[in-house]
């Protein structure tokens, strides 16, 4: 096994991946002695006179003769040779790698010169380099952050590999290692395609007669497209020649692709265009999510904190239309994506969660425009349209997705796998299996104790059945009465306690017959969803925090237009009103098959209240604001029956009663609720604990704060209510978002 530093390390070819390599081992002290072999003294030259070597020869069996590790960084086609050259000065222990971008010609040019290839032999490509060469190009940090394939055969020696991969670790690498032919696939496709194109599309167009007005009037992305024109164009050469059966494959698939946009635009066919574009432009960030298993909003993966300050005082007027309904983005993406005909959605909350679910169905196939500013137009296949998705549809943090696609899944033609990040990973996927597997779904749920990934084989025949919930959820009623849609006969559903029932308005909505009668909901199979026009209603939820605001700040006079008022989410408005609240409920309207109405709100001397236990369901989200109303009300305000808030994304009861107490109002946790005595509130650093409703809340209580009121780690509040600094300001909240470094 060798140590560090080593005693001896060769380079063959001390162009700019050798020479930033020696540079980095020389900064590190990692090594005694570099030597090197070059084709022109004049690069040997150069790099004793920058001190990147010790001595360099002409002859590679002179470079290698006494190193520990040989460095082969010379143009992939000149392998052999010099394998056949160093072969015989090569010392027993020393370990051979080698940089090139091509790793199947080179496996068997040491096959060819050692008749096997050796132990000590370990195929490496680092996946960094710029269009530069040459000895002077090099840098000694060309390789930190980037990654590092190695290609070992099974017989490579592990020590080897070691000592390779810690070289690479030293440089700031992430080694990665994979099989010869895997990596010569994927880097024809990832690497080597590219820069096909980019040499061709230039030489295609310089060679046209106008060409210099080509190139005088290029804008940007075409400069941006064919940079890496500008790369050595001998080591393409090498390349293209070196990896040629899996370039051409690439080619092929490719030379597919671009006939498809050819029949496209001649045939007109601007589905076909619109669909390819718009899965492009969500590709590149979608994988990226993916691969991290990271969430798809932005905030969540800041490496900073987000700050709330409020300045103390203010009122709070105007007019103002918060984010749409969450779960009625996800529903409208859905059933407008099975409707026959074009759904046009506005209002649409570009949530994580709802854009999760347009990029499932962008995996299957359905074409999707938007979102641009809450617009979206779902070009609808039909309930028989979905086409089999590529692969795994990763559904980022959505149990919403996840649990409904299982039902709609289940009825398709086609296998498919659903997959999250680390989080929902962790949530039960059963209670939704199980009833789909008694309608004949062959479902399974993958990973451990009945979570995701949830695995589902497609043509199943689904037959009606009647499912007594029991354990209340709307996901888990939605999933089956979705799958009942292709389902033989009747589909119905009891639920033992009242859910949200956005699916079962949407579907009649979308002209589709749901019959509810008492808690049970029922559906036939085999009917048929027309697109229509969904303005989706303002999220009731995100709205409680303003219609607390505009009830708690002095004079204040505000209109929130276009909220969703959905009976089983009213809760929060019935309360407040109790409590005092001037709310008043105009121009009541139906959206979609849901109800809709634009809120008055002045501002009251609230009063404290017992809330009323069955109110509690219908305002299970909205408790954070509440209990800021309670701090602002005269008396004393108790909650009781809401165990549930203690499991939901922080344990609101507690977080919140310690927040209220920073602010010097008496708040006492229960088991079940919490008791708040009206007073004073003042000024401090309260926690939201990542928990975007806490934080809103407390922002608000910054309208009758005495002091500033800063609130830590806010960063989540983007993902419920995209804009949410910028609205509250409007109407007449000091507030102001900081980012600060996270220790
Ligand atoms: P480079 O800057 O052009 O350097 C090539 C070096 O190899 C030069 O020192 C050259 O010597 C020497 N050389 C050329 N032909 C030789 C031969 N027949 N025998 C011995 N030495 C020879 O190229 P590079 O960018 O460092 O690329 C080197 C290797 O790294 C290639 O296999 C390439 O596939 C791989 N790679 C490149 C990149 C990139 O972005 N550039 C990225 C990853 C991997 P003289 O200067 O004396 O002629």
Aim: aromatic share 4%; hydrophobic share 45%; proline share 5%.
């Amino acid at each position: 096994m060798q140590r560090w530093p080593l005693r001896q390390v060769a380079f063959i070819g001390l162009g700019l991946i050798g020479s930033s390599l020696a540079r980095l081992l020389r900064e590190r002290g990692l090594v005694e002695r570099i030597t090197a072999a070059s084709r022109s003294r004049q690069t040997l030259a150069t790099a004793q006179q920058l001190g990147i070597i010790d001595i360099g020869y002409a002859n590679p069996a002179d470079a290698v003769r006494g190193a520990d590790l040989v460095i082969l960084a010379m143009p992939v086609n000149a392998t052999e040779a010099v394998m056949a050259a160093i072969k015989p000065a090569l010392s027993q222990s020393a370990v051979v790698t080698d940089v090139g971008s091509t790793k199947g010609n080179v496996v068997a040019a040491a096959e060819a010169v050692w008749g096997h290839v050796p132990a000590t032999f370990v195929p490496g490509h680092p996946i960094a380099g710029s269009e530069q060469s040459g000895v002077m190009a090099g840098r000694a940090d060309l390789f930190a952050a980037h990654k590092v394939i190695l290609t070992p055969l099974t017989h490579t020696s592990a020590d080897a590999v070691a000592l390779v991969t810690a070289l690479w670790q030293a440089a700031g690498a992430e080694v990665m290692t994979m099989r010869v032919e895997q990596h010569d696939a994927v880097l024809a496709r990832t690497s080597h395609l590219p820069h096909l194109l980019a040499f061709s599309l230039v030489d295609t167009l310089a060679q046209e007669s106008d060409n210099l007005d080509i190139f005088r009037y290029a804008a940007g992305g075409f400069r941006d497209f064919t940079r890496i024109a500008a790369s050595d164009p001998r080591m393409w050469h090498d390349i293209f020649l070196a990896n040629r059966d899996a370039v051409i494959s690439a080619l092929d698939a490719f030379e597919a692709g671009t006939q498809r946009v050819r029949d496209a635009i001649t045939s007109n066919d601007s589905d076909a265009l619109l669909g390819m574009f718009t899965r492009a432009r969500a590709a590149r960030e979608h994988f990226t999510h993916m691969l991290a298993g990271t969430a798809y909003a932005k905030s969540m993966t800041h490496t900073k904190e987000l700050r709330f300050t409020v300045e103390p005082g203010g009122n709070f007027t105007g007019r103002a239309r918060v984010p749409g309904d969450k779960s009625i983005s996800h529903r409208s993406i859905m059933l407008g994506s099975l409707a026959t005909g074009v759904t046009d959605v506005t209002g649409f909350l570009e949530g994580e969660d709802a854009l999760a679910t347009l990029q499932a169905f962008r995996d299957m196939g359905v074409v999707i425009e938007g979102p641009t500013a809450g617009r979206v137009r779902v070009h609808g296949v039909g309930l028989h349209g979905l086409k089999a998705p590529p692969g795994p549809i990763y559904v980022g943090n959505s149990g919403t997705t996840m649990r409904l696609l299982s039902g709609l899944l289940s009825a398709q033609p086609f296998n498919a796998v659903l997959t999250g990040d680390a989080s929902l990973a962790k949530r039960p996927m059963e209670r939704i299996a199980k009833p789909l597997r008694m309608m004949g779904a062959d479902i399974q749920t993958t990973g451990e104790r009945g979570t995701p990934p949830v695995t589902i084989t497609g043509n199943a025949a689904l037959k009606g059945i009647h499912y007594d919930m029991p354990i209340a959820s709307a996901q888990v009623k939605s999933g089956v009465l979705l799958a009942g849609l292709w389902a033989q006969g009747t589909t119905s559903v009891t639920e033992p306690a009242p859910t949200r029932d956005h699916t079962e308005r949407m579907l009649r909505g979308f002209g589709y017959a749901v019959k509810t009668e008492g808690a049970t909901a029922n559906v036939q199979g085999g009917g048929k969803l027309t697109a229509t026009q969904i303005d989706v209603p303002a999220d009731i939820s995100s709205a409680a925090f303003f219609l607390v605001a505009a009830s708690i700040a002095p004079d204040s006079d505000l209109v929130l237009e276009h909220v969703g008022m959905n009976p089983t989410r009213v809760g929060v408005i019935n309360i407040l009103r109790a409590m005092g609240g001037n709310i008043e409920v105009l121009n009541s309207r139906e959206v979609g098959g849901e109800p809709v109405a634009d809120l008055h709100v002045r501002s009251a001397q609230l009063k404290g209240i017992d809330i009323p236990e069955d109110q509690v369901p219908l305002a299970i989200d909205e408790f954070p604001s509440l209990f800021i109303a309670a701090a602002c009300a005269e008396g004393v305000t108790t909650l009781t029956g809401a165990e549930e808030l203690r499991v939901k994304e922080s344990d609101r009861i507690q977080v919140m009663a310690d927040g209220l107490l920073t602010l010097g109002v008496s708040a006492v946790p229960t088991a079940d609720g919490i008791v708040i005595t009206g007073g004073p509130i003042g000024s401090g650093e309260v926690i939201s604990h990542g928990d975007h409703r806490i934080a809103m809340s407390f922002a608000m209580a910054g309208l009758r704060a005495t002091g500033p009121i800063v609130i830590r780690d806010c960063a989540n509040v983007a993902t419920s209510f995209p804009d949410f600094i910028g609205l509250a300001r409007r109407c007449g909240l000091r507030i102001r978002a900081s980012e600060h470094d996270l220790h």
